[in-house]
């Protein structure tokens, strides 16, 4: 469809930017200022106006995007509407509630759409922010902090005048408003407010209305919200247009309610309750919602025959929030805000896509395979022949995101997953994959070890069950609880020997464990098997006796040890192959190529590690008891690798690598 700008300030930039690759094409520019019109079509084949009624009289392009400063917003979005055409108006829509809702009456009038930024709530940070919520893991929301720290607009905006006549709530504040409205649904009440001037000495320019205001307001459905806006706090300050929520189960923190994608480090965090905020990282690669975005969904609900006005109604509904605020402030009482936005306050109603989610997707030959999250948790308690404890580390792994844990009952502390899933506030259990493994010594025992494993995860089901290990050993008893026994015990019981120290086996085959395996699937407590340390031919001797094939091969993978063979056989019959000691294969993280890919690209050598498995879609699984490390090994998830990188990681291969 073809548009055309009004207005050439710092916006027109930002939204020219993406016109390459969009499907709108800018037919005409205009602004007061002729040269600045011709400065932005002069690479393009548009046609640059003065006069805004002689480019609608010239001009047929159906949609107009304003990008005029903030006083000129609606006369010149009336006067598009006048003239028929769709119009996308950059915040705010109007300086007056009034205002607003005349000019949607208009649009509506004329069959017209109009839509209004901001569009944060769009975008990946903000979608992820909201999947934690509809997750629950909040419990019910009652507080938010707001903040729109504007900052000193002389320091830098090229128009602080415009900025300083209007104030900081109608540029500001209707960041984290929209997110709240969008969330939660209407502000329905101006509590208190107060609005301050607050300006240093000696400026360029002096502000007309109150620099700093504070407010607190009610929700329709949601918290009530103490909301600061002001220019006089630098933009640089902790607080920039945050967003912090306070439930009863938990608190999420939005470091940047305005962000609008692509950012390369986690901008939402997690607070479980009594526990610190966990950084959660993306687990796709990030992606910037380009400005144009806004009128192209314009465009497109015209396509469709049903011009869009929605987020033209929310953003009226901001501007009648500022407004109430800005008259709860002048010495009075509190002041009702009359809204016609619907009130989407049910948060738990609607349903996101979760992180992952259990259904299948096709294989690379057209097998189902189980769609799995880029990065899972290891849970394993053995590090470098020691035991850890590992309840923290499963919480924070929880706290961050992470959505696959890998467990076992050889690990002997799968109770502590069950405890941190059944934790208020944790995630819904259908959107958590856990995979667990039945031991060597349970090899004839499988049901029973099985049945043990759900019962200390507190789950109806796991989503993976897997045979640890080919071979079959002597049977030790149940593995229960194994962390909680001396240690002794614990080695005893899971490597049983004969007097000469070696290992006592157990005449059961591979195929006797693999039916009861497929009995546990009959009965619905494991969503689909799967095998560790298996090689290619044990693989597919599997594959041809097994009823039930299995859906996952866990094996150690990493660069020294790529095992091509056996990852090609699975991705060919869509089976997933997940990486199991990703990262501590000795010396690996010191490797001269995976230290200068991690400078290369401004990432960790095990991010590089971790990625090196995600770019050809095996899920490593790294273990750590570090906080930082947790974060940083999910943020591994965005990352894929260019082809040369992936080259110059293969060439560590060594076939003779052994730990
Ligand atoms: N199926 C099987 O037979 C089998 C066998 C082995 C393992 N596994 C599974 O795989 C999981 C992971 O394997 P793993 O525990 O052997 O080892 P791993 O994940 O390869 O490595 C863990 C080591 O790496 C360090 N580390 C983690 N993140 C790091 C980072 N970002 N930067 C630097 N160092 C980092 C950890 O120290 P910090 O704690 O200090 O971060 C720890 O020393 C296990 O938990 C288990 O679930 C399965």
Redesign the pocket.
């Known amino acids: 469809m073809e548009c055309a700008f009004v207005g050439c300030g710092a916006a027109a930039g930002l939204y020219a930017a993406g016109l390459d690759a969009s499907t709108l094409s800018l037919a005409a520019v205009c602004d007061v200022e002729r040269a600045r019109a011709e400065e932005l079509v002069a690479p393009r084949d548009a046609t640059a106006y003065a006069d805004i009624d002689a480019m609608l009289d010239a001009e047929a392009a159906p949609l107009v995007v304003n990008l005029t400063g903030h006083e000129a917003h609606a006369p010149v979005t009336r006067r598009c509407l006048r003239a028929g055409r769709h119009v996308f108006s950059e915040k705010p829509l109007a300086l007056s509630g009034a205002e607003a809702s005349d000019l949607l009456a208009l649009a509506e009038r004329r069959g017209v759409a109009l839509g209004c930024a901001p569009l944060n709530h769009r975008s990946e940070t903000q979608r992820q922010a909201r999947h934690v919520l509809a997750d629950g893991r909040l419990g019910t929301v009652r507080l938010a902090y707001a903040h729109a720290h504007v900052g000193r607009v002389t320091e830098w905006h090229d128009d602080p005048a415009s900025f300083l006549r209007v104030g900081p709530l109608y540029d500001g504040a209707v960041y984290p408003l929209n997110l709240l409205v969008e969330w939660f649904g209407p502000v329905t009440r101006v509590r208190s407010a107060d609005a301050v001037d607050l300006w240093p000495d000696g400026e360029s320019h002096e502000p007309e209305r109150p620099t700093h205001v504070e407010a607190t307001l009610s929700t329709a459905g949601g918290p009530v919200v103490r909301l600061t806006a002001s220019f006089y706090a630098p933009h640089r300050s902790r607080e920039f247009t945050s967003l912090e929520l306070h439930g009863d189960d938990g608190s999420l923190y939005v470091e940047d309610a305005g962000d609008m994608g692509g950012s390369d480090r986690p901008l939402v965090s997690f607070g479980g309750r009594g526990r610190p905020y966990t950084a959660m990282p993306l687990q796709e690669p990030a992606r910037e919602t380009p400005y144009l975005a806004g009128p192209e969904r314009l465009a497109e609900s015209v396509r469709r025959g049903a011009p869009d006005r929605r987020s033209a109604s929310r953003a009226a509904h901001l501007v009648a929030v500022c407004e109430a605020i800005e008259d709860a402030a002048e010495p009075g009482s509190p002041v009702d805000v009359e809204s016609s936005v619907a009130d989407s306050s049910a948060v738990a109603a609607e349903s996101p896509p979760p992180v992952w989610t259990p259904e299948e997707s096709a294989g690379n030959d057209g097998s189902a395979a189980v769609r799995l999250p880029p990065v899972g948790f290891?849970?394993?308690r053995?590090?470098d022949g020691d035991y850890v404890d590992r309840r923290e580390s499963i919480e924070m792994a929880l706290d961050a995101g992470y959505r696959f844990f890998?467990s076992a009952e050889l690990y002997g502390n799968e109770h502590r997953l069950g405890e941190a899933l059944s934790a208020p506030g944790s995630p819904d259990r259908e959107t958590v994959f856990l995979a667990s493994?039945v031991w060597n010594t349970n090899h004839g025992h499988a049901t029973e070890a099985c049945e043990s494993t759900l019962r200390e995860l507190g789950t109806a089901y796991v989503d993976c069950y897997m045979v640890?290990?080919p071979e079959a050993w002597a049977y030790t008893g149940p593995l229960r609880r194994l962390a909680e026994r001396p240690v002794e015990t614990q080695e005893a019981m899971a490597f049983p020997r004969n007097e000469t120290g070696e290992i006592r086996t157990a005449d059961v085959s591979l195929e006797a464990v693999w039916r009861d395996l497929e009995s546990l699937h009959d009965r619905g407590l494991a969503r689909t098997l799967g095998l560790?340390?298996v090689d290619r031919e044990t693989l597919l001797d599997v594959l041809d006796f097994a009823r039930i094939p299995p859906k996952l091969v866990?094996v150690e993978r990493h660069p020294y040890r790529p095992r091509t063979d056996l990852v090609t056989a699975c991705h060919r019959r869509g089976i997933r192959v997940v990486a199991?000691?990703?990262?501590?294969a000795p010396g690996l993280?010191r490797e001269p190529a995976v230290e200068e890919i991690a400078r290369e690209r401004g990432i960790?050598p095990?991010q590089v590690v971790l990625a090196w498995n995600v770019t050809r879609g095996v899920v490593p699984?790294?273990?750590?008891?570090?906080r930082d490390?947790v974060v940083?090994?999910l943020a591994a998830s965005g990352t894929r690798l260019s082809a040369d990188r992936m080259v110059r990681l293969d060439d560590l291969a060594d076939p003779d690598f052994e730990r």
């Not at 199991?580 to 501590?584: A, K, R």
């Not at 699984?621 to 570090?626: A, E, F, G, L, N």
């Open positions: 290891g849970c394993s053995y590090r890998d493994k640890h290990w560790c340390n866990q199991h000691s990703p990262l501590s993280l960790s095990a699984i790294p273990s750590t008891t570090d490390h940083e090994n």
